[in-house]
Every structure is written in structure tokens, then in C-alpha cells.
């Protein structure tokens, strides 16, 4: 079985035992989150609108994502301008859909 959630503005399609990574969620290793907004469920290719549908799991680790560099460079006016980010992620395992 398979749920389809959304969570950080990105949907992810997940099943019992799999492990994510998604953006930075609130809570220490350990502790469980429960995504609420499950756009549908399906089973063996089936696919089936379920509003009530729950799928629980539980954070591994937090994680920096690599470092994205946004240079610009404005030709012949001797302006230059860089900038670096790196993005909070946390991985979580998915323990269940109910």
C-alpha cells in the first residue's frame, strides 16, 4: 500500500518502511510526526481519493542539503555579488499508513 502526501510545498510518494527526506520539521530524533495531508492512497496500482487516511513516522536525523552558490556578475560594471545557501532537511522513516 501507498499514500501520496504533502508536506514542504512538495508531494512524496511513500509506503510502510521508507525513508524521505524532506524539509526541516520540528522535533528531535526519535520522535514521531503524523502527515495529515494525504492526497490519495492505492494499493497493487489501484489508486483511491482517502481523505481520512493518516500516515505516520518518525524523524532519523536533521541534515544540511548541499550548498548552492548564486553568483551574479554584471559584465564591464565591475559588480559581483555571491551568495550561498544550504537547506535544512530532516529524514524521516515512515512507520505506517492507517
Known amino acids: 500500500m ?3 502526501i504533502k508536506t514542504g510545498g ?3 510518494r511513500v509506503s510502510a518502511e521508507d525513508k524521505i527526506t524532506v ?3 520540528a522535533g ?3 520522535d514521531k510526526v503524523t502527515f ?3 492526497l490519495f492512497t492505492g494499493k497493487d496500482g489501484a489508486a483511491d481519493f482517502a481523505p481520512k487516511v493518516k500516515v505516520t513516522g518518525e ?3 536533521h541534515a544540511r542539503g548541499p550548498k548552492v552558490i548564486a553568483f551574479k556578475k554584471r559584465r ?3 559588480s559581483k555579488r555571491k551568495r550561498g545557501h544550504r537547506q535544512d532537511l530532516t529524514v524521516v ?3 505506517e499508513i492507517a
Open 2 to 4: 501507498f499514500a501520496v
Open 10 to 12: 512538495k508531494q512524496y
Open 23 to 25: 524539509m526541516a520539521l
Open 28 to 30: 528531535e530524533p526519535g
Open 36 to 38: 495529515e495531508d494525504v
Open 59 to 61: 524523524i532519523v536525523s
Open 76 to 78: 564591464r560594471q565591475n
Open 93 to 95: 522513516r515512515i512507520v
